[in-house]
């Protein structure tokens, strides 16, 4: 069963508050970018207004703008259902992850201050440490936190908010296997590939380390996702 904090929210008036609306637009999209909730599963509006202690007014703004912004879909005769992605569809994110990202680690190679330098650093040195042991979920953290911290360090706001529009964490929810070995073999050596180009500020090498780190990513995602038969978007149509 999956629960959340309720935030607190009293929703007694009768239109939905613009703050209420973004609160709860916000907890509900960390939710499904958390994991928590498989690909495709139904979301009932009476479930959520509960989850979050809202009214079915606030809920449904927030359904239509989640709809939007491609983290659910909104069928007739199927409802809100929470988005699941064909190999075509993973395959295009990814690829758009790619360029976004690249081009995000070569502004940081240029911008990075010595504070993010130093934040890198340490988050690097963890991962390190989590391998040598085989820590998979501390390897994990430290990678999402190394790739948040490459993004802040490039202090170019277009390219970010461009990066957090992407769905990848929900593309990864739906296509990591989990019973692969964690970190990927080359993993840890293409991020400290990505921190020396940084720290040595060459974005060329930056652009270039975190292309292959990501591409290689996308790769193995994939095929192992051709391999399972994940279905192609032919097949998601003909539903």
Do not use: W
Not at 47 to 63: C, E, G, K, Q, W
Not at 153 to 165: E, F, G, K, N, S
Not at 204 to 227: D, E, G, N, S, T
């Amino acid at each position: 069963m999956i629960t959340v904090d309720s935030h607190g929210f009293d929703d007694a008036d009768a239109g939905p508050s613009p703050t209420r609306q973004s609160q709860t637009c916000e907890g509900l999209r960390s939710l499904l970018l958390s994991g928590s909730i498989e690909p495709g599963t139904r979301l009932t509006e009476a479930d959520l207004t509960r989850m979050f202690d809202v009214s079915r007014s606030t809920m449904r703004a927030v359904l239509v703008q989640l709809t939007q912004e491609g983290y659910v879909t909104s069928e007739v005769n199927r409802g809100v259902r929470t988005r699941s992605f064909s190999v075509e569809e993973a395959a295009d994110i990814l690829e758009a992850r790619e360029t976004l990202e690249s081009a995000l680690a070569g502004k940081a190679a240029e911008r990075a201050t010595d504070e993010d330098v130093q934040a890198l650093r340490g988050t690097l040195e963890t991962m390190e440490d989590c391998a040598s042991r085989e820590d998979e979920a501390g390897y994990s953290r430290g990678n999402r936190r190394f790739h948040q911290q490459v993004k802040e360090a490039a202090h170019q706001h277009t390219l970010a908010r461009a990066y957090d529009t992407l769905l990848y964490p929900l593309v990864m929810r739906q296509y990591r296997d989990l019973s692969a070995p964690h970190p990927r073999t080359g993993s840890l050596a293409e991020h400290q590939a990505v921190f020396l180009a940084i720290v040595t500020r060459n974005p060329q090498a930056a652009i270039a380390a975190m292309r292959h780190h990501v591409a290689a990513a996308r790769q193995a995602l994939l095929l192992q996702a051709r391999r399972e038969g994940a279905p192609s978007a032919a097949d998601a149509s003909s539903r």
